[in-house]
């Protein structure tokens, strides 16, 4: 199953102001900013990647959940199943925006994504889903792998905030151009013709892709990244 819709179920872009004491007026943003990781961590893949790292002032977009969202509920941090490709271990940490970037502890985070054929798990199975919890410390960690390209669609992973069970913030993250043409190369994603731009067909990453590009690093034999969520 993909997903073959480009269309956003619902949009609204916002201003991320510098500094906590600016975050902190944005009665109701939706904000995240992309942040690397331990520059020392070694790995056969690049790790230096121009671009890739976030502005703290951003002008971002918010996206709806898309057609194949499930509401699955299923706990875990490892969702890769029995999915191949290269190893991504991503972290979100969520911060209450009108509340002075405080953390939210206990938020549910969902994610899912394209496998390395660009196919969506259905039909009973639920590879590459998974919730966690945030901690007292407001982060999660999802270890799964680099997703595949599909339709004209930039390769990305989506996510959905869910604070409590009345809110809920859906958006999701992209990879910087350079780095997938790089692991594109490599089983099993080489296994496919890979396109020429993997994001820049993509009309949605051309309109918000700076705002929601991680930074990925290098780490072990994949690679690993942070995002920070801001919910109102």
Same mark, same amino acid.
């Given at each position: 199953?993909?997903?073959? @819709?480009?269309?956003? #179920? ?6 991320? +102001?510098?500094? /906590? ?11 995240? /900013? +992309? ?6 961590? &070694? ?9 890739? /790292? ?14 194949? $969202? ?20 991503? %972290? *979100? ?13 206990? +938020? ?6 394209? %496998?390395?054929?660009? @196919? ?5 199975? #639920?590879?590459?889903? =998974? #919730? ?41 993250? *992209? *990879? ?8 594109? &190369?490599?089983?099993? $994603? ?11 067909? @993509?009309?949605? $990453?051309?309109?918000? =892709? ?6 990925? &690093?290098?780490?072990?034999?994949? $690679?690993? +990244? ?7």
């Amino acid at each position: 199953m993909r997903e073959n @819709d480009p269309s956003p #179920t619902s949009r609204r872009a916002v201003l991320l +102001a510098a500094g /906590t004491a600016g975050v902190a007026t944005l009665a109701s943003a939706f904000v995240a /900013t +992309a942040a690397g990781n331990d520059p020392e961590q &070694t790995s056969p893949f690049p790790s230096s990647l121009p671009g890739a /790292t976030t502005p703290a002032c951003v002008l971002t977009t918010v996206w709806g959940a898309g057609p194949y $969202y499930l509401d699955l509920d299923r706990v875990r941090s490892d969702i890769t199943d029995d999915r191949q490709g290269i190893p991504f271990r991503l %972290d *979100f940490t969520i911060v209450r925006t009108s509340q002075g970037c405080r953390p939210l502890e206990g +938020a549910a985070v969902d994610v899912w994504q394209a %496998d390395a054929a660009g @196919d969506y798990s259905s039909n009973g199975a #639920t590879y590459l889903r =998974g #919730t966690q919890i945030t901690d007292h410390a407001d982060r999660c960690t999802f270890h799964t792998i680099v997703p595949g390209w599909y339709a004209e669609l930039a390769p990305h992973i989506h996510f959905k905030v869910r604070p409590d069970n009345h809110t809920e913030t859906s958006s999701q993250l *992209f *990879f910087p151009e350079d780095l997938l043409k790089e692991l594109y &190369t490599r089983r099993p $994603y080489a296994q496919r013709q890979v396109p020429e731009q993997p994001n820049g067909r @993509d009309d949605r $990453y051309r309109a918000s =892709g700076a705002s929601l590009t991680l930074a990925p &690093t290098a780490d072990g034999d994949g $690679y690993r +990244a942070a995002y920070t969520v801001g919910i109102a």
